[in-house]
């Protein structure tokens, strides 16, 4: 039985942030809807039990040409309804950051949040909860009822293409979060996935990577995540990946669909497949409900053959009824059938636009600010903008989860040379201009920009100008990882040439995920702005003039290089061609990546147990004002802790709760996190109820709490930790 999770974040009491553990208007009731459906399978004629198990990827250009019913949209994938029964057809989009743009194949536009880790940045749950709503809201009056979302794949290696599309290295903030946006989503009638599970921690080689981890590691890292995710947002669906896991892929993985989410957790919607991540007729029996984009795998499984099966064999013929009803149960849970989503609805662009901002402000972390270098004064003289396209906009990142507005990308460069994936992927920028928006802010100053191709040049504007504001970009995409930690395209030494002109230089990053920083010591100030969305612009330049005060915190580690990870080359990546399908590549279809390596010690676990110290650790983030915690008073699993706004001015702080030793051994897990916002001088209450399983470990089916100490400790990230408490605990096991 899926229990419901403690709410183990704030209800921060001096301002009222809805508890991260949702109330039960905004969850769905799979159990509920069940029963129904377990009544509308009994009534399904042999041939209606393979209608709603599989389906296409309505996308022309994408792949082996297939027939596109009239009624479906362009997208990622249509099912039939049933008719007979009341059951409507599926038009399902991706994904976790907007309706995504399929290339402009549909010609329209949709508002594109903040990345995931920028999202997660924020630490707010309710937030995240409201971004869902929008682009649930969004897809819904496309006229989609499945929005292919909730990423939420553990950033194990922050090299992964896809760093950006998911939320944290830590479980406890990936799943709360991955939960609330879920929430959101479904709140609009329509049904949200959550993916990719399991353990998707590379996009090179994606299609065969063969992941090995113990149970128990996995347990209390990456299936801890979407455990609290399920918990937590109640997906009608579940979507399994590409890659493997112990020889299996997930796809076909009887320990990871039946065993873990559908025994262990008691799972009661659907498992979809990824697109072309289908090997045969067998994964029905391994846990799979749905295939997915059926015309990129070997072949239609999940159609007639599987008929033939079930009419054959009794157990066939059961786990086809078990498909129907899963899939079935989602539908009825989420309200497809009765509250249907024509195309043609009326969207709130400013609005959503509004939802998008306010995200990216949330999320924008400032990591560096010497000598109060930052907030910029309006009245600054001149300012020298330098590359980034951030005369344009701001970057975005690229695959499936492409979202892009009105008009397009403002700038939009081609990456690949041929394949579907040719004009598919690009590295692309919203037309959200940083520079526009600080020109608003300060229509006084003198702004000339450079693009930085010609370091001269940008460098002699930067010593004629009174600050140096350099943009640096780290574009990523699904499919392909990056190769390495460091800031593409020479830019460490456009910003080592900017600031050796200028010490006034502020650099502002637009990356997908953590990069290395030779130029550090060598500049003012560094702001993490992510991709940071449809008002990305505007966002960025409110917290540089000051009329946001920065309250985002790392979701993610920020290593100093690459010799500080658990593997510091990507396995396979000496010979495996840099493409976007993740297909085998030159005869080689077998790549292990050893997780036992770290375990569940992933990101600030990682640097705590090796004593590793990172270039940022998770956790950081300054603000313009300054903060004070008293000591948490914790009884049970209760916990509260006070914080005072001692600064100039209003601004959030993101208290944070770890485990560091259990019964005489060290260990570093958050535990519990709330984010609280205060006026200057004002004071209030973070209360959280810490999630037990944060304090055990997992083991053949049992979590497991040694009796003992238990020291805990808020710190203003993973590495800075205040005074600590000491919690006496009793032995204790328990199943979930
Ligand atoms: C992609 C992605 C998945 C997406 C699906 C449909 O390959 O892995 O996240 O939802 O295909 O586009």
């Not at 990871?256 to 957790?265: A, C, F, G, T």
């Not at 020479?490 to 900017?498: N, R, T, Y």
Request: proline letters at 6%; charged letters at 20%; a neutral charge.
């Amino acid at each position: 039985m899926i229990a419901r999770l403690l709410a183990c974040t704030a209800l921060s009491l001096a301002v009222a942030l809805p508890a991260s553990a949702a109330t039960d208007a905004e969850v769905i009731d799979l159990a509920a809807a069940q029963v129904r459906a377990k009544a509308t399978v009994a009534q399904m004629q042999p041939a209606e039990k393979v209608v709603i198990t599989h389906g296409i990827m309505p996308l022309p250009g994408g792949g082996p040409k297939v027939d596109i019913p009239k009624d479906a949209i362009v997208g990622a994938g249509y099912v039939s309804g049933i008719d007979r029964l009341g059951i409507p057809a599926l038009r399902e989009t991706d994904a976790s950051l907007g309706v995504s743009w399929a290339g402009g194949a549909r010609g329209d536009w949709s508002t594109a949040l903040p990345s995931a880790v920028a999202q997660a940045a924020s630490w707010n749950p309710a937030l995240i909860q409201r971004g869902g709503a929008m682009i649930g809201a969004e897809a819904r009056a496309k006229g989609f009822n499945v929005l292919l979302a909730g990423g939420v794949n553990l950033a194990r290696d922050p090299r992964n293409g896809r760093t950006f599309e998911y939320f944290s290295e830590d479980p406890l903030l990936s799943g709360i979060l991955a939960g609330a946006a879920i929430r959101g989503v479904q709140s609009n009638h329509i049904i949200s996935t959550i993916k990719h599970f399991a353990l998707n921690g590379q996009e090179t080689a994606r299609k065969y990577v063969d992941v090995q981890i113990t149970p128990g590691a996995a347990h209390e890292s990456d299936l801890l995540a979407f455990q609290i995710g399920i918990e937590q947002g109640q997906p009608g669906s579940v979507m399994c990946p590409y890659n493997r896991v112990h020889g299996s892929q997930a796809c076909d993985s009887d320990w990871l669909l039946n065993k873990v989410l559908k025994q262990e957790w008691g799972y009661k919607g659907f498992v979809m497949s990824d697109w072309g991540a289908v090997p045969s007729i067998q994964t029905a029996i391994n846990g799979l409900d749905h295939q997915s984009g059926e015309q990129l795998d070997p072949g239609v499984f999940f159609g007639s053959q599987l008929s033939a099966k079930a009419a054959a064999d009794p157990v066939w013929r059961a786990r086809l009824d078990d498909m129907n009803t899963r899939v079935l149960t989602a539908i009825y849970a989420a309200g497809l059938d009765k509250h249907p989503a024509p195309p043609g609805g009326a969207i709130d662009w400013d609005g959503h636009a509004a939802v998008a901002e306010e995200t990216a402000k949330q999320g924008i972390v400032l990591l560096k600010n010497e000598g109060g270098a930052l907030p910029l004064s309006k009245t600054v003289k001149s300012i020298a903008v330098i590359g980034g396209y951030a005369d344009g906009g701001v970057l975005s990142g690229a695959g499936s989860s492409q979202v892009m507005g009105k008009g397009g990308p403002a700038a939009k460069l081609p990456v690949a040379g041929s394949g579907i994936w040719a004009g598919f992927i690009s590295e692309s920028y919203h037309r959200s201009s940083p520079m526009a928006a600080m020109k608003a802010q300060a229509p006084g100053a003198t702004m000339l920009y450079r693009q930085g191709q010609y370091i001269k040049d940008a460098a002699e504007l930067a010593a004629r100008s009174e600050v140096a504001v350099v943009f640096a970009t780290q574009w990523m995409t699904e499919g392909l990882d990056v190769p390495d930690l460091s800031l593409p395209r020479g830019q460490d030494a456009l910003i080592e040439a900017v600031a050796a002109a200028n010490p006034n230089t502020i650099v502002v990053l637009e990356t997908g995920g953590p990069v290395k920083m030779p130029w550090l010591g060598k500049v003012k100030g560094v702001v993490e702005a992510w991709y940071s969305g449809a008002r990305g612009g505007e966002a960025i330049a409110s917290v540089l003039f000051g009329q946001t005060n920065p309250s985002g915190r790392l979701p993610v580690s920020f290593p100093a290089d690459e010799s500080q990870l658990p593997r510091p080359r990507l396995d396979g990546s000496d010979w495996v061609e840099p493409d976007f399908g993740g297909n085998p590549k030159n005869g080689k279809d077998q790549l292990k990546a050893d997780y036992n390596v770290e375990g569940s010690d992933l990101g600030y676990r990682w640097f705590a147990r090796t004593g590793k110290k990172p270039l940022f650790a998770f956790g950081h983030g300054l603000s313009y004002t300054n903060f004070s915690r008293t000591k948490p008073a914790i009884k049970g699993l209760s916990a509260s802790i006070g914080v005072k706004n001692t600064g100039p001015r209003e601004g959030a702080e993101v208290v944070q709760l770890y485990l560091v030793q259990r019964a005489g051994e060290a260990k570093r897990r958050l535990v519990g996190f709330g984010r609280i916002e205060l006026a200057a001088g004002a004071s209030g209450k973070v209360a959280m109820t810490i999630d037990p399983r944060l304090l055990a470990d997992w083991k053949d089916g049992l979590w497991t709490m040694p009796g003992g100490d238990y020291v805990l400790a808020t710190g203003s990230d993973a590495e800075t930790l205040d005074t600590p408490v000491t919690l006496r605990m009793k032995a204790r096991s328990w199943k979930n």
